[in-house]
């Protein structure tokens, strides 16, 4: 069956004076240390509909729409993409399946650079959607193009309490090869996977997402439900083979062998979330101690807890997913001030189970000396068999990021105050590129180091 470009181009025009649809900058709402800012769509029965909850549905850019969040920055996070097609008016502004009707809640975030995004950050800004907005849980679906789709590749395979988070994804030109041990996690938890390429790409070549939806349909002995699949779409533009990302996210295109557009491909799977929270577990017990610079959060008791930290005027300041009910949690190196503290309680499926919300003061600390811009001086790396010790962390804000010889990631970690040194185990052989940041408090560069180290068995 040929591929079916459907575009109504003359018919749009006539009708998007009336049908434009309004897409708010979110500017300058730190979700994370590389997501700073957000593009927001909001179904039009969104605020009239209290009560009611709507799908999600989260976009991650590539490369080159990387900015710091604000405006005009935050412009380049639409040039492609879901947030180009709403910012058009070609959005559908509700989808049917099973002859029910659906609206989704569009964000589309932009992160700070693409040495520096990572899956924790998908996570993070996941929570905060969560947290933020009516979402119904069991209709949770990420789509990317380029380094976008690659990241989603990664993250819903990291892990089965990440895939859990997530329905389905639409990975359009990944940049990355396919990997058993993703592919397995992402069978294991039945995510549905719809991956696009151009069938001439040779920047991020076409075969690597056929390669994908094959590990991922052969990973396990039992078969995903649904199965992985794929199309191979000839481009528009010839002269960069790589650049599907506005035609394929239109509601107009579709391609065999799915036959639907994104949207009502997405729509069409769901999880199965339990209707009751055990009664196991409550947000009761939970109790806040201010102390100097930091506050103690105690009755943690949960299969998954979530800690939101908001400042006075509701920037996130703090977010963190713990698992296995560890009981007490302090949250460090906060200046004085009233916050907003959120505690999350989900099943191991994330099920919400409860939530409490509660303001704290915090009373000011002498903070350390900020660290000059010669700082990252005293940073040491060291290999050994397996793993790489990193030291001379001594930084209000520290990140460590490390990426293996094809510079995919394989860790990152934000520490929010000194650490001193930080051991990465697990390691297979092999050259790895080290990336050390330290920032202020407030997140203002100080000062960055990469190195290069290898790894022996």
């Known amino acids: 069956m040929p591929i079916r470009f459907l575009f109504c181009a003359a018919a749009f025009l006539m009708t998007l004076s009336v049908n434009a649809q309004q897409q708010v900058a979110r500017e300058n709402v730190i979700v994370s240390s590389q997501v700073h800012g957000f593009w927001e769509y909001l179904p039009a029965d969104y605020n009239s509909n209290p009560d009611k909850k709507y799908p999600l549905l989260v976009e991650w850019h590539g490369v080159g729409e990387a900015g710091n969040g604000s405006l005009p920055a935050l412009e380049m996070a639409r040039i492609h993409g879901v947030a180009r097609v709403v910012k058009a008016g070609l959005f559908p502004k509700t989808v049917t399946f099973n002859g029910q009707s659906y609206s989704f809640i569009v964000l589309s975030p932009q992160y700070m650079d693409a040495m ?75 995510v549905a996977v719809y991956g696009i390429h151009g069938d001439s790409d040779i920047q991020c070549p076409w075969q690597w997402t056929v390669n994908w939806s094959n590990s991922i349909n052969m990973a396990n002995e039992v078969p995903p439900v649904p199965p992985a699949v794929y199309s191979l779409t000839p481009g528009l533009n010839s002269s960069d083979p790589h650049d599907i990302f506005w035609f394929t996210f239109e509601p107009g295109w579709s391609a065999p062998p799915v036959n639907k557009n994104i949207y009502d491909w997405m729509i069409q799977y769901s999880r199965n979330l339990p209707v009751q929270a055990p009664p196991l577990w409550n947000c009761d017990s939970i109790a806040f101690t201010p102390g100097t610079g930091s506050i103690n959060v105690k009755g943690i008791v949960a299969p998954v807890a979530t800690i939101q930290v908001f400042n006075s005027s509701w920037a996130s300041v703090f977010n963190q997913s713990l698992t296995n009910s560890p009981g007490t949690y302090t949250i460090p190196s906060l200046t004085g001030g009233t916050y907003h503290v959120r505690v999350g309680f989900y099943t191991a499926s994330w099920s919400p189970i409860c939530d409490v919300l509660k303001d704290v003061v915090v009373s000011n600390s002498t903070p350390p000396p900020t660290p000059t811009t010669n700082a990252c001086d005293a940073i040491t790396v060291k290999a050994a068999r397996g793993s790489i010790n990193v030291g001379g962390l001594n930084a209000p804000v520290v990140t460590v990021q490390v990426f293996n010889n094809i510079w995919s990631t394989v860790y990152n970690q934000t520490f929010n105050s000194s650490t001193r040194s930080t051991n990465i185990t697990s390691l297979p052989a092999g050259t790895y590129h080290v990336n050390v940041r330290f920032s202020t408090s407030s997140w203002t560069p100080i000062c960055e180091k990469m190195f290069n180290v290898v790894v022996t068995n």
């Not at 990420?142 to 395979?157: F, R």
């Not at 030109?173 to 397995?184: H, I, Q, R």
Request: aromatic content about 12%.
């Open 116 to 190: 520096g995004m990572s899956i924790s950050d998908i996570d993070a800004f996941l929570d905060y959607a969560f947290a933020h907005y009516r979402v119904d849980r069991s209709r949770v679906y990420l789509t990317g193009y380029s380094l976008g789709a690659m990241l989603l590749y990664q993250y819903a395979g990291n892990s089965s309490v990440q895939a859990q988070k997530v329905t389905a994804i639409v990975p359009v030109s990944t940049c990355s090869n396919a990997s058993l041990g993703y592919s397995k996690v992402i069978a294991q938890n039945n």
